[in-house]
């Protein structure tokens, strides 16, 4: 089975073509789409470079290569921030401050040794903590929790995501992609999968009581069928929502990795992001074989990437 790399590849080589497009705008974006790798331009790295979307999904797939638990996993994105482990170029240049924040708190968590205070995070949620930070790397994750019940999978889920993002929004935002990932690792249609995913939600909301308050958040994606929303009213900025839509129409609407991926970059804005979270789902569902293969030779630290993902495989998929 090759499920982990095409998850790894999915992730960084979206992650890599969206980086050097940040912060441009949809006008600009239209004037001067997305077509191939390039570098430079905004973040002045080469082409293939990676950012903190994929460094964060690494770490997390380190984590649980070698015996997951959240402390494991705490440790490895505070080596991230501080040490720029798992970064593309020993560099650690694109890195939001929602997740600065929660990654110092880790840190004091850590050296107080409350481990037991990493499952309770997400009793301190603020509105601000529905970033995308949480939702771009939590794709791995998705071994970890496969085959479990909807309660058990999205209080894991909850408990992952809040080392970064607290909110049950962001939370929830996580469950539906990696609920998503789960159908599409099965083999199904992605039409079939999103259907399957909608109605997986739609029970989970009843069995853990999920507010109606929060529910109207999700309206497009789950009460509604996203791949009918007008492309006018996508939008890709930084919101777990907006980054949650984004992904879901762009690989919904596709054919291919590699037009999956770039619909999602000329959107513009947080492009590397949105094209992380699209390519994670691009990357199951097309495989490696189809992705362009310039873009995997391309990408930073590919032989890395490989022996993460047989050591992954090796642990999860044997």
Request: negative net charge.
């Amino acid at each position: 089975m090759k499920t982990a790399i095409n998850l790894l590849l999915g992730v960084a080589i979206g992650d890599a073509l969206g980086v050097p497009y940040e912060f441009s705008t949809r006008a600009e974006m239209e004037a001067n789409p997305a077509k191939d790798m390039v570098g430079f331009k905004v973040h002045n790295q080469p082409p293939g470079t990676w950012s903190d979307d994929s460094s964060l999904t690494f770490c997390l797939a380190e984590a649980l290569a070698t015996g997951y638990d959240l402390k494991s996993t705490a440790i490895n994105f505070i080596k991230w921030k501080n040490e720029a482990y798992w970064t593309a170029r020993n560099e650690v240049f694109d890195i939001g401050l929602t997740t600065t924040r929660s990654i110092s708190r880790l840190e004091n968590i850590l050296a107080d040794g409350d481990v037991e205070a990493l499952k309770t995070l997400k009793h301190g949620a603020e509105e601000y903590d529905n970033g995308n930070g949480a939702l771009m790397r939590i794709l791995p994750f998705i071994f970890e929790i496969k085959g479990k019940n909807l309660k058990m999978q999205f209080e894991l889920i909850w408990e992952n995501a809040a080392l970064t993002h607290r909110h049950i929004r962001s939370a929830m935002s996580c469950m539906i992609y990696l609920k998503m990932a789960e159908y599409l690792i099965e083999g199904l249609d992605s039409a079939v999968a999103y259907e399957n995913t909608r109605k997986d939600i739609h029970d989970l909301w009843t069995i853990i009581d999920f507010s109606q308050e929060e529910r109207k958040h999700f309206q497009r994606v789950i009460q509604n069928d996203i791949r009918t929303a007008a492309k006018s009213s996508i939008l890709s900025g930084g919101y777990v929502i907006e980054s949650l839509e984004c992904s879901f129409w762009s690989f919904l609407n596709s054919t291919s990795y590699e037009s999956a991926v770039l619909t999602s970059i000329n959107f513009g804005h947080d492009t590397d992001t949105s094209a992380a979270i699209t390519g994670g789902l691009a990357g199951l569902y097309y495989k490696e074989e189809n992705i362009p293969e310039y873009w995997i030779v391309s990408l930073a630290r590919m032989n890395d990437i490989y022996d993460l993902a047989k050591r992954f495989e090796n642990k999860y998929l044997d």
